[in-house]
């Protein structure tokens, strides 16, 4: 049995050599310490846009010494929150996910809060918006940092020769590229009498009433503008006032001068309607231009993405974000953090914006002019607005401010548009709230 | 010490050997083969369709927030719901009426076909069963170009005889019309292939019998046909009525329950409540509401075939 002593000199050597150990630390990153990690991408809608992330995520993988694995995920079919809600129930799969709108609140028990990412990303790219805060934001954690690829607002989409011909509204003037827009006169009110005077002319706004995104987003943003919210930010139903029963007589006239299909119009209705030449305006981010600049370019070229009309309430415009959240369970989260950093930078994010021709929308104030949007034509300038460079209009969500997991069942049971299209087809105004309250005291169950 | 070992191993020996042997009788038993060769499809249903369907039963009982045990919390709840018992309604009017329809299209296709000449008639069955084997998702694709409500070609033909335009996945009426009309056109080609072979196993003397006796071509069908097709007409209802209560793509593809929900059915409503609304708990309680009712038509179509076999 022999015992080793340790000497007082060797006792001091250890400690002094475990102290510089730990003094150094710090600036040796997690992420540097290799392992693997996995990432699933929404899928994009345009051509050639994934490469840009994966040749980002490349760059850090090889950077960082890290086994990296991307999966692009798409939407169509619900594949990706099929996916999320397998992954969530497994408690296993992907360690970072890009969600949707309401998926990270839908999820937040099983999210690893990043406030430490977003605190240094704010600090470096600037503020991010109202609607990113409140899907992305639980607690005063942050459930996942915004996302660029896929983030969109769906403003209006015009057709600058059929609104000067019959509607009289030169839009290029309204929302000038390159400088502020002069769109003081853009009201709910001009928007009727020009919704009025292309059907007469015979190419209707092409503004879907089912039960798609699309159509309720833009319900949402028009019930906004009348103040008129079915759900307070507290909870409480607020269904039956003033400014929903404005909102509603208000698309009540509105309807009148739409197509008369629009009730079984879907996300794809819209951006047809634009293509085909038949409609004036749609409610849609860049993609129905991007597809007219391909298959119908006498289209695009009279195309032009210009900001929301204001209510009595204000201006409001869908914004739609993604986000990058990363699962509790993943084994890896120092590096899922430094990767989420490192698709935030600047540089990264004009890359993401660029490869998809101006579709994406990055959340952070400091990164709304960047040149793609400028340049992107034809006509040149037609998304210089897109991206809302002037903060011209607050951007939101349908259902908002209702609690998160309240309103993405009033959103994805469309409860607007459906309540829009009863009191359209003749129903009662009072049934119709009444139906509309009834709907939404379910939708309350925790 | 050794004696003992050598004891015990010829005991385990013997042991081994009688083992060895009954394995064997075992295995040489018809039905222990079946079972092997069967076990790996019991496995699979047992992976795919047991643990699931316990699973979701467990998930039912569950609250939103699947932390907390509600027992039959989430059936209460939908039963006060007004969009409950709309689906419930709309699911039992498209099950019905396009099992209805598919089986009567398919009874009378299957006679058509019977009466074609042996020698054309393959091509006939082949070409008859092209929308059964294309998968729904890929074929609905194709209605729902169909029916668009802008661009519909059914509209664009009709047009040319003044007709329309009709809003086939617009208006309430002309959206269920149009997704059973779908599930119908899917359908009847199993009804058909099903009565087609049961026609070929009704026994010519029977016909011949009923001609002397001065039967009619309906008398034939009656009295003859009809009862020596019954159980097949019954099986075959009931496997399409529990397909059919459970369809998905057609509806999600062509309406997405709309307009106006007039169109959900219970799993497109599960969808939507639990997946899209993130509340899988209840999703799960309406997917499962399907189960007591088909149970209760299963139990009578099947009584009543039991019946007729034993009176056979």
Same mark, same amino acid.
């Given at each position: 049995?022999?015992?080793?002593?340790?000497?007082?000199?060797?006792?001091?050597?250890?400690?002094?050599?475990?102290?510089?150990?730990?003094?150094?630390?710090?600036?040796?990153?997690?992420?540097?310490?290799?392992?693997?990690?996995?990432?699933?991408?929404?899928?994009?809608?345009?051509?050639?846009?994934?490469?840009?992330?994966?040749?980002?995520?490349?760059?850090?993988?090889?950077?960082?010494?890290?086994?990296?694995?991307?999966?692009?995920?798409?939407?169509?079919?619900?594949?990706?929150?099929?996916?999320?809600?397998?992954?969530?129930?497994?408690?296993?799969?992907?360690?970072?996910?890009?969600?949707?709108?309401?998926?990270?609140?839908?999820?937040?028990?099983?999210?690893?809060?990043?406030?430490?990412?977003?605190?240094?990303?704010?600090?470096?790219? @600037?503020?991010?918006?109202?609607?990113?805060?409140?899907?992305?934001?639980?607690?005063?954690?942050?459930?996942?940092?915004?996302?660029?690829?896929?983030?969109?607002?769906?403003?209006?989409?015009?057709?600058?020769?059929?609104?000067?011909?019959?509607?009289?509204?030169?839009?290029?003037?309204?929302?000038?590229?390159?400088?502020?827009?002069?769109?003081?006169?853009?009201?709910?009110?001009?928007?009727?009498?020009?919704?009025?005077?292309?059907?007469?002319?015979?190419?209707?706004?092409?503004?879907?009433? &089912?039960?798609?995104?699309?159509?309720?987003?833009?319900? @949402?943003?028009?019930?906004?503008?009348?103040?008129?919210?079915?759900?307070?930010?507290?909870?409480?139903?607020?269904?039956?006032?003033?400014?929903?029963?404005?909102?509603?007589?208000?698309?009540?006239?509105?309807?009148?001068?739409?197509?008369?299909?629009?009730?079984?119009?879907?996300?794809?209705?819209?951006?047809?309607?634009?293509?085909? &030449?038949? @409609?004036?305006?749609?409610?849609?981010?860049?993609?129905?231009?991007?597809?007219?600049?391909?298959?119908?370019?006498?289209?695009?070229?009279?195309?032009?993405?210009?900001?929301?009309?204001?209510?009595?309430?204000?201006?409001?415009?869908?914004? $739609?974000?993604?986000?990058?959240?990363?699962?509790?369970?993943?084994?890896?989260?120092?590096?899922?953090?430094?990767?989420?950093?490192?698709?935030?930078?600047?540089?990264?994010?004009?890359?993401?914006?660029?490869?998809?021709?101006?579709?994406?929308?990055?959340?952070?104030?400091?990164?709304?002019?960047?040149?793609?949007?400028?340049?992107?034509?034809?006509?040149?300038?037609? $998304?210089?607005?897109?991206?809302?460079?002037?903060?011209?209009?607050?951007?939101?969500?349908?259902?908002?401010?209702?609690?998160?997991?309240?309103?993405?069942?009033?959103?994805?049971?469309?409860?607007?548009?459906?309540?829009?299209?009863?009191?359209?087809?003749?129903?009662?105004?009072?049934?119709?709230?009444?139906?509309?309250?009834?709907?939404?005291?379910?939708?309350?169950?925790? | 010490?050794?004696?003992?070992?050598?004891?015990?191993?010829?005991?385990?020996?013997?042991?081994?050997?009688?083992?060895?042997?009954?394995?064997?009788?075992? %295995?040489?038993?018809?039905?222990?083969?079946?079972?092997?060769?069967?076990?790996?499809?019991?496995?699979?249903?047992? %992976?795919?369709?047991?643990?699931?369907?316990?699973?979701?039963?467990?998930?039912?009982?569950?609250?939103?927030?699947?932390?907390?045990?509600?027992?039959?919390?989430?059936?209460?709840?939908?039963?006060?719901?007004?969009?409950?018992?709309? +689906?419930?309604?709309?699911?039992?009017?498209?099950?019905?009426?396009? +099992?209805?329809?598919?089986?009567?299209?398919?009874?009378?296709?299957?006679?058509? +076909?019977?009466?074609?000449?042996?020698?054309?008639?393959?091509?006939?069955?082949?070409? %008859?069963?092209?929308?059964?084997?294309?998968?729904?998702?890929?074929?609905?694709?194709?209605?729902?170009?169909?029916?668009?409500?802008?661009?519909?070609?059914?509209?664009?033909?009709?047009?040319?005889?003044?007709?329309?335009?009709?809003?086939?996945?617009?208006?309430?009426?002309?959206?269920?019309?149009?997704?059973?009309?779908?599930?119908?056109?899917?359908?009847?080609?199993?009804?058909?292939?099903?009565?087609?072979?049961?026609?070929?196993?009704?026994?010519?003397?029977?016909?011949?019998?009923?001609?002397?006796?001065?039967?009619?071509?309906?008398?034939?069908?009656?009295?003859?046909?009809?009862?020596?097709?019954?159980?097949?007409?019954?099986?075959?209802?009931?496997?399409?009525?529990?397909?059919?209560?459970?369809?998905?793509?057609?509806?999600?593809?062509?309406?997405?329950?709309?307009?106006?929900?007039?169109?959900?059915?219970?799993?497109?409503?599960?969808?939507?409540?639990?997946?899209?609304?993130?509340?899988?708990?209840?999703?799960?309680?309406?997917?499962?509401?399907?189960?007591?009712?088909?149970? +209760?038509?299963?139990?009578?179509?099947?009584?009543?075939?039991?019946?007729?076999?034993?009176?056979?």
């Amino acid at each position: 049995m022999s015992r080793k002593k340790l000497t007082r000199r060797q006792f001091v050597a250890a400690t002094a050599a475990t102290s510089a150990a730990m003094i150094t630390a710090p600036y040796v990153r997690g992420a540097y310490a290799a392992g693997k990690l996995s990432m699933a991408f929404w899928d994009h809608w345009v051509p050639g846009a994934n490469k840009a992330s994966t040749d980002l995520c490349n760059e850090w993988a090889a950077k960082e010494k890290v086994d990296l694995t991307i999966d692009y995920i798409t939407s169509q079919g619900n594949k990706n929150i099929l996916t999320i809600a397998a992954e969530a129930q497994a408690k296993s799969g992907h360690d970072i996910f890009q969600m949707p709108t309401w998926w990270p609140h839908a999820n937040a028990e099983n999210i690893e809060p990043v406030n430490d990412v977003m605190d240094a990303l704010i600090k470096q790219n @600037g503020e991010v918006n109202g609607t990113v805060k409140y899907l992305g934001q639980a607690g005063g954690k942050w459930l996942g940092v915004p996302a660029c690829v896929g983030s969109q607002i769906k403003g209006p989409c015009s057709r600058i020769d059929l609104m000067k011909k019959f509607a009289n509204i030169d839009v290029q003037a309204m929302y000038p590229a390159g400088g502020p827009p002069k769109a003081d006169n853009w009201t709910l009110d001009t928007f009727l009498k020009a919704a009025e005077a292309c059907y007469k002319g015979g190419v209707p706004f092409g503004i879907g009433l &089912g039960e798609t995104s699309d159509c309720v987003d833009t319900a @949402g943003a028009i019930f906004q503008s009348f103040g008129g919210h079915l759900v307070d930010a507290k909870g409480n139903l607020t269904v039956k006032t003033d400014e929903v029963r404005q909102a509603l007589d208000y698309y009540k006239k509105l309807i009148a001068f739409l197509p008369p299909d629009v009730s079984a119009w879907d996300d794809a209705s819209n951006n047809k309607w634009l293509v085909s &030449g038949k @409609g004036a305006l749609i409610m849609n981010p860049p993609s129905a231009w991007a597809v007219a600049k391909r298959d119908a370019p006498q289209v695009a070229e009279q195309c032009w993405t210009h900001g929301f009309p204001s209510g009595p309430k204000g201006r409001f415009a869908p914004f $739609l974000p993604f986000f990058w959240s990363l699962w509790s369970f993943s084994k890896n989260k120092e590096a899922a953090k430094s990767l989420l950093l490192h698709l935030s930078q600047p540089a990264s994010v004009e890359k993401m914006v660029v490869a998809s021709g101006g579709y994406d929308l990055p959340a952070f104030e400091n990164l709304t002019k960047l040149k793609v949007w400028a340049e992107e034509g034809p006509p040149k300038g037609t $998304l210089f607005h897109y991206p809302d460079p002037y903060k011209h209009q607050t951007l939101s969500i349908a259902a908002s401010p209702a609690p998160p997991k309240i309103a993405q069942q009033i959103y994805f049971q469309a409860t607007l548009t459906k309540m829009c299209l009863r009191y359209a087809q003749g129903e009662a105004m009072e049934k119709t709230l009444a139906w509309a309250e009834g709907e939404c005291e379910g939708f309350m169950r925790s | 010490m050794a004696d003992v070992a050598f004891e015990q191993s010829r005991i385990a020996s013997a042991g081994g050997v009688r083992r060895r042997t009954s394995l064997h009788n075992a %295995l040489k038993r018809k039905s222990t083969m079946a079972f092997l060769m069967t076990l790996p499809l019991i496995l699979l249903i047992l %992976l795919l369709v047991v643990y699931p369907a316990f699973y979701a039963v467990h998930l039912a009982t569950l609250n939103k927030s699947m932390a907390r045990f509600v027992g039959f919390g989430n059936f209460e709840f939908l039963f006060k719901r007004e969009t409950f018992w709309l +689906v419930v309604k709309q699911s039992c009017i498209f099950a019905i009426s396009a +099992v209805f329809f598919k089986a009567l299209i398919g009874f009378i296709v299957a006679h058509f +076909v019977h009466n074609v000449p042996a020698k054309g008639q393959r091509k006939w069955r082949g070409m %008859l069963l092209v929308p059964w084997v294309i998968p729904p998702a890929m074929s609905t694709l194709a209605w729902l170009w169909l029916f668009d409500p802008s661009y519909s070609a059914f509209n664009y033909t009709l047009s040319a005889f003044g007709i329309g335009p009709i809003p086939w996945t617009g208006d309430a009426g002309w959206a269920r019309f149009s997704v059973i009309l779908v599930n119908i056109w899917y359908g009847a080609p199993f009804f058909m292939i099903m009565y087609l072979a049961a026609l070929k196993s009704v026994p010519e003397q029977l016909y011949e019998a009923a001609a002397i006796d001065g039967a009619n071509w309906w008398q034939r069908i009656w009295y003859v046909t009809l009862p020596m097709m019954r159980n097949i007409i019954a099986i075959t209802a009931l496997f399409s009525l529990i397909v059919t209560f459970a369809n998905f793509d057609i509806v999600r593809i062509l309406t997405s329950g709309g307009p106006l929900d007039h169109t959900h059915i219970f799993a497109t409503w599960a969808f939507r409540v639990g997946i899209e609304g993130s509340d899988i708990p209840l999703g799960a309680s309406v997917s499962l509401f399907m189960v007591p009712i088909l149970a +209760v038509a299963a139990i009578f179509i099947l009584r009543d075939v039991t019946k007729r076999g034993n009176e056979a």
